[in-house]
């Protein structure tokens, strides 16, 4: 048999069966199942054929709704389709599925299961999105490993060929998609084989063609339709049986044996887990180990779940079993029980109703619930449950891996237990994003796997920040199949690849007693013990570490790979390890080398090389002391001074100790306080801004562009430096509004990213010595103490007089930012966006968040950047969903609006207890400005006073809603995936409501959460996963189209070009009372480039007419006036300037000069019609637009 | 007329060819400069430099983000096909040679040693007729004594030569203190030909901004001159062939380079400002013009007003801007 073995993860497995065996594929991004239709994609374009020889069609749509409507449509028109999906994008295709299903067509997708949003959103795996379709009539088929989910993805679309039921195939999100382990591949021929041809025949005859004309899809009524919903079951009860005889089949063909429930265990076993999906694997290891010594345990692992052959079921459990727990990773709260329990249960009682229980004496069973959203399952849990089972009553009804002090329904366990084999070698590795620490393992893992006898896994786990984020890499290698599917606890090798994480984390709790410890140090073996903090002493001395340094930097700069030290480390792993022989390791080393970088160009490979072959002289073994001698621990994750949740809570999950938090911990609603981001200090900057202030011109440009809120200025009276720090620096302000006072630009040093951007947009050069500017980029760790103090000072200064600020950039940058240090990439080119929308309306201000990057980097645990000002007001928050988010914003402005009117309505009516003068000027209160909004909360502080004395149910009742007398401002903040596509049918009905609420449009042209798959904003000519020859067709004009209404203020900002026309443009979309749109350019680490030219970028933009900026007011008609302004004039250079310095571009270019070539003489004949169709709106002369009124 | 040359053992029919430059990125112009009549085509140079800086940058800013978030494990499609070598260059040059039937010279800055060798070599591969080696070192170091300079450009030559078959020029700046000693070293080193002089972008100053802005102009006949004295002066004494490039914009510009020793000529700016169509009508120009100074051929006059041959042999030889000045005192 022709077949290999490969070293993939569980997506490119499931792809890999999947391409080959289907026609067209619809797809639409959503983690972790995107990598799927990424492969799909990545191979039509390659021209990989499926079966039948032809390139299968890759389609990306607009959303998961959209992409299960092209697949149902090619499905009815007599293709072999097939989908990719996670989550919520599973929720949106249920419609869809119900239709499918009850067509009894043959189709099967693959679902990367994962934790539906609930209180939060999880991108993690577990059981509750494939729960929520089990109703639709889809088969559902479990996998839970990567070779199975490889096998399943064939077994499945055999399946439903044979049975017409379509079948849902799952596995575990993160665990199983993105594991990478060792697997033979199926060949061709196996999946020709599997494949029934006459199925496939059959399926082509029932096509919808006008060749042979046939109705589906009719409205039936009550005389029909329950008769022809039951005409299916036939089908239905044949399923089971089909999908038995389709895995017998596979059995023959591959040696690999499935059954609809596979036992694992002692044949006359008395307590049996019921459970599916990848911890399936992790109780068949604790099964044998236990079986091993003698305990009568089993595993049924759970193949088929739709439809659930109760007779199937039956068979597999052996009759000895006394007691039995349903674990579930899904949570169903107010049912009895979660849904597996209930099969199970009512598959048991109907047995025995029936007589044909099998059991000797009826089995007691429990429901457990587990591993939510990744949350580790590992033997420990499993060993837990099996004792439960073993009580004399067990607990009916509970929860393992947490531990729940509210309702104390989870099962203790002993997390110490470890029963990996020996034979089974672990590795840990801590390394950070940028440093290639992940790319290089997984090679390792490619190596091991493929170039030796033993079985390899490896599991990632990321960050939950954007920028500076660490990477902790688990790997195994074994002479068996790896079925361990939790984080190694225990290595017998760690690795820490950078020396500061050590300052942070308990990275040696990894290690097992014995164990290899290699860092990435400065400092070298004679030196390095003294500068450890005293725990890792501890830990080094008590585990008997063998403990190993390098200076993988130093070998990194020897050989110009700059701060890539992947290759380094993983040289020294080989090295230590002994994995393979030396020579052998280096020589593999480099093949993989060659392989992941060749095409990144030759100079890379070189360098790599160099790094190999530098790096075994600078390799050095510590001689580890008798005992500790470090003073200095840890330091405390965040500071003293912070509120007691942020000490409680927060901290532990910035240490990674998230998981030993108890339930009691948590908010019960998801409700989570804002301004948390603030007690993380990163110090993830080299380098940092320094400000001299004889240079400094004061305009404040570096606080506007600062993606992290990172740089900041004040003007303050002079007599409030009394107490400053001797380095703090304040000069007199140089304008004549605020006479006499301080200015001071401060940086906080320890939440900087480093990203220079500042200093790019920083206009103030030394005239006698230019390269030196008003701030110029200093290493960090000189001045992290001076600063961290001068910040703290800064802080403590007061606020500037929000009534006397004027609206330009300048004056705007005095007003506290609201969003600071989020999670977002260094140099994020949407940040300064939110932030200045924080700045100006902040304390009023309402945000609905669509899911994507500013979600995440606006909402990911542990910390989150939104906070409060000196009042405690500040935005307040909430994601709902990615589709939704313009409608649920709405939502927000029609509850405000109720607020206000029904305490109008009460004001009105307790008018005489509060006063006829009050009450009048509540309502005809003018809030255009600060001054009125300042005098507004005044008026409501007295009407809250005067209620005070009021003694009735109405002033009660006004005195609760008495603050929505202040302006509430409502922002719907998104980005272009969602305001483009997925969101574009809410959005656009938003907008032509006329409601009063903003929409801001970060727009990046593509999905960049999701890691770069192109949205109808994606540009022509550039490349983007979907995309990968270059966009054919230009980005949809968004703006245009909401100005087709004629009554929504539209504008195109790009804050990098023209930010004072930013500025206005926000200013003008608060004031206008109607809806309002910002379309804002956001440069973006998917454009590939350097961020700190973001700026520079801009304006090329900008001048190319690329982006043209403009706003839309629709108030300028009753001046008579055309809505629109230009704020750009004529394109002045050339947009192959622009494109040219952006990979996205650059790429197509490279790979197809002709082609590129021609998409550019396309876009700039676009740019140009688009901006001669905009003058001649501006002129008025073209046709005017709707004239709609607003509210 | 018969205006045929030999220019690095290549017959051309006349000595018009187009220097290094953007004109050969599109593939319609370059048949557009065969319509024209052009002799041969110089490719712009591949900068070594460059092809590493953008390697360099592309691991920084888009394989650095890779491998970091859960969500995104990378941001771009992974194709095989990236062209971050010199991948895109030679394909170009494919592309000429499978459009166009004239001579395609390809040209070459390299950075380091290997990479001249190696990048020569995979031009000759692709299908380039001969290679120009456009050496150019700003020595800004103080401690670089400027024989060393020469003697780098001497090295690259012969490596060069030593490792491909096809015919190697080097194009050279005015820029070293004994010309004439250079190309013999050059010479010597084998190379088929010398070509003079290159222009380089040179740094402006925005007073506004207090940025340098790098600007290149388009030449002027009046920066023919340089190069007429220098082909004058090597005209004869070596045995590579002589291009002259950089302000030759009329036929009578071509008359004097050649009456000066080029074999060949080499424009660009005139292209750039009016066209393809340019070079048949200083081809044309040449012609009329031996045919009313009743030459037989341009070889006839090749090398006519050298320093060997011309009646008054100082007038190169001299530094004679006073005299010039003076007379534009007057």
Known sequence: MDRSWITVDGNEATASTAHRANEVIAIYPITPSSNMGEFADEWSAKGHTNIWGTVPEVTEMQSEGGAIGAVHGALQAGSLATTFTASQGLLLMIPNMYKIAGELTPFCMHVAARTVATHALSIFGDHSDVMAVRQTGFGLLSSGSVQEAHDFALIGQAATLRSRVPMLHFFDGFRTSHEVAKIEQLSDDDIRALLPAEAIAAHRQRALTP????????????????????????????????????????????????????????????????????????????????????????VVRVRLYRPFSMEHFLKAVPPTVRAMAVLDRTKEPGAVADPMYLDVVTTLVEARAAGTSTFAQDPVVIAGRYGLSSKEFTPAMVVAVYEELGKASPQRRFTVGIHDDVTHMSLAYDAMLDIEPESVKRAVFFGLGADGTVGANKNTIKIIGEETDNFAQGYFVY?????????????????????????????????????????????????????VFLLNSPFDKDTVWNELPSEVQQEIIEKQLQFYVIDAYKVARDTGMGTRINTIMQTCYFAISGVLPREEAIAQIKQAIEKTYGKRGPEVVKRNFAAVDHTLAHLEKVTVPAAVSATRGRP?????????????????????????????????????????????????????????????????????????????????????????????????????????????????????TGCTICVMMCPAKD??????????????????????????????????????????????????PLFEYSGACSGCGETPYVKLMTQLFGDRLLIANATGCSSIYGGNLPTTPYTVDHCGRGPAWSNSLFEDNAEFGLGFRLAV??????????????????????????????????????????????????????????????????????????????????????????????????????????????????????????????????????????????????????????????????????????????????????????????????????????????????????????????????????????????????????????????????????????????????????????????????????? | MDLSTSYLGLTLPHPFMTGASPLVDRLDLVKRLEDAGVAAITMHSLFEEQLLLEQKATMRH?????????????????????????????????????????????????????????????????????????????????????????????????????????????????????????????????????????????????????????????????????????????????????????????????????????????????????????????????????????????????????????????????????????????
């Open chain 1, 636 to 752: 405390p994750l965040v500071a003293d001074a912070a509120p007691d949740f942020v000490k409680r809570v927060t901290a532990m999950m910035l240490a990674n100790k998230g998981d030993l938090l108890p339930v009691s911990a948590f908010p019960i609603d998801g409700t989570w306080p804002t301004g948390t981001a603030q007690w993380e200090k990163r110090n993830i900057a080299l380098e940092i801004p320094a400000w001299d202030p004889k240079i400094c011109i004061q305009c404040n440009k570096c606080a506007l562009v600062c993606p992290h809120a990172a740089i900041r200025a004040k003007v303050y009276p002079s007599d409030r430096l009394e107490g400053a720090p001797a380095t703090f620096q304040a000069v007199d302000y140089k304008g004549n509004e605020y006479p006499g006072m301080k200015y001071t630009l401060q940086v906080a040093p320890e939440d900087c």
């Open chain 1, 211 to 298: 060749d042979r004309p046939v109705l589906r899809g009719s409205a039936q009524n009550p005389d029909a339709f329950f008769q022809a919903r039951e005409a299916c079951n036939p089908f239905y009860l044949a399923c089971p049986g089909i999908v038995q005889e389709t895995m017998d089949q596979f059995a023959q063909r591959t040696g690999r044996k499935y059954h609809l429930f596979d036992y694992v265990g002692h044949p006359e076993a008395e307590r049996v887990i019921v459970i599916m999906g990848s911890g399936g694997d992790t109780v068949v290891e604790t099964v044998e180990w236990l079986a091993a010594k003698g305990e009568k345990v089993g």
């Open chain 1, 897 to 1191: 609006d109720q607020h206000t009117e029904q305490a109008a309505e009460l004001l009105k009516r307790l008018a005489g207890q509060v006063g006829e003068g009050l009450v009048e000027a509540l309502l005809s209160a003018d809030q255009a400005t600060e001054q009125g909004i300042i005098a507004q909360r005044e008026r409501v502080a007295a009407l809250k006073a005067a209620l005070h004395g009021v003694a009735t149910p109405d002033a009660r009742a006004l005195e609760d809603l008495a603050d929505y007398f202040v302006k509430k401002s409502v922002w719907i903040v998104g980005g272009d995936g969602w305001a483009y596509d997925i969101g574009y049918g809410g959005l656009d009905h938003v907008l032509s409501m006329g409601k009063d609420v903003n929409v801001l449009v970060l727009d990046t042209e593509v999905y960049s959460n999701t890691g770069g798959q192109q949205s109808k904003a994606t540009p022509m000519g550039a490349a983007a996963k979907f995309a990968m020859a270059g966009k054919a067709v230009g980005k949809k004009d968004l703006g245009l189209m909401a100005m087709a209404y004629g009554n929504v203020y539209v504008a195109n900002v790009a804050f990098g070009a023209r930010d004072a026309q930013t500025v206005k443009a926000f200013l003008e979309a608060e004031a206008y009372p109607g809806p309002s749109i910002i379309i804002a350019y956001s440069h973006c680490i998917a454009h590939g480039y350097d961020m700190a030219m973001g700026i520079e970028q801009q304006k090329l933009a900008v001048e190319s007419g690329y982006w043209p900026l403009f706003r839309y007011d629709p108030r300028a008609r009753e001046a008579g006036a055309s809505p629109l302004h230009l704020d750009a004039g004529a394109p002045k250079s050339e947009i192959g300037k622009f494109m040219r310095n952006e990979t996205r571009f650059r790429v197509v270019e490279q790979q197809d000069p002709d082609r590129f070539r021609e998409l550019l003489a396309r876009a700039q004949a676009d740019v140009r019609k688009r901006f001669a169709l905009y003058e001649e709106l501006a002129r008025g002369s073209a046709p005017t637009t709707g004239s709609g009124s607003s509210n």
């Open chain 1, 463 to 515: 960050d939950s920040k954007k920028s500076g984020a660490i990477t902790i890499s688990h790997l195994r290698f074994g002479p068996k199949p790896i079925r361990s599917a939790y984080l190694v606890k225990q290595a017998n090798f760690v690795g820490c690849h950078q020396f500061v994480f050590l300052e942070k984390y308990d990275v040696l709790e990894y290690a097992a007693p014995g164990a």
């Open chain 1, 767 to 816: 005239k006698s010595n230019p390269k030196h500017k008003a701030i110029d980029m200093v290493p960090q760790p000189p001045l992290r103490e001076s600063e961290r103090e001068n910040y703290a000072f800064f802080l403590a200064l007061p606020e500037v007089d929000r009534t006397i600020v004027k609206p330009d950039v300048k004056h705007t940058q005095f007003l506290q």
């Open chain 2, 62 to 330: 888009v394989v650095a983000h890779e491998e970091s978030f859960a969500e995104a494990l990378s941001f771009f499609p992974d194709r095989d096909d990236y062209r971050l070598g010199p991948d895109e260059y030679l394909e170009q040059i494919r592309r000429i040679k499978a459009t166009v039937d004239v001579p395609v010279i390809a040209s070459l800055n390299g950075s380091s040693g290997a990479g001249w060798v190696e990048y020569a070599r995979l031009m000759e591969d692709a299908g380039a007729d001969a290679i120009e080696l456009n050496v150019y070192f700003l020595a800004t170091d103080f401690e670089t004594p400027g024989l060393e300079i020469e003697q780098r450009v001497v090295q690259i030559a012969r490596m060069v030569k030593d490792a491909v078959r096809f015919p190697v020029a080097v194009k050279l700046s005015p820029f070293f203190s004994s010309i004439a000693n250079v190309t013999r070293q050059l010479d010597a080193a084998g190379v088929d030909g010398l070509v003079l002089f290159n222009r380089f972008y040179q740094p402006d100053i925005d007073v506004d901004s207090l940025d340098v802005a790098p600007r290149l102009l388009l030449s002027e006949s009046s920066e023919l001159l340089l190069r007429l004295r220098w082909l004058a002066i090597l005209s004869g004494r070596l045995n590579c062939s002589l291009a002259v490039t950089g302000g030759v914009h009329s036929g009578l510009d071509a008359v004097k380079a050649i009456m000066a020793g080029a074999d060949a000529i080499q424009v660009v700016s005139a292209v750039l400002q009016h066209g393809p169509s340019q070079i048949k009508k200083m081809r044309d120009e040449l012609e009329r013009w031996l045919e009313d100074h009743e030459y037989q051929s341009a070889q006839q006059m090749r090398g006519s007003m050298s320093l060997l041959r011309c009646p008054d042999p100082a007038a190169f030889e001299r530094a004679n801007y006073t005299r010039i000045l003076q007379t534009w005192r007057v």
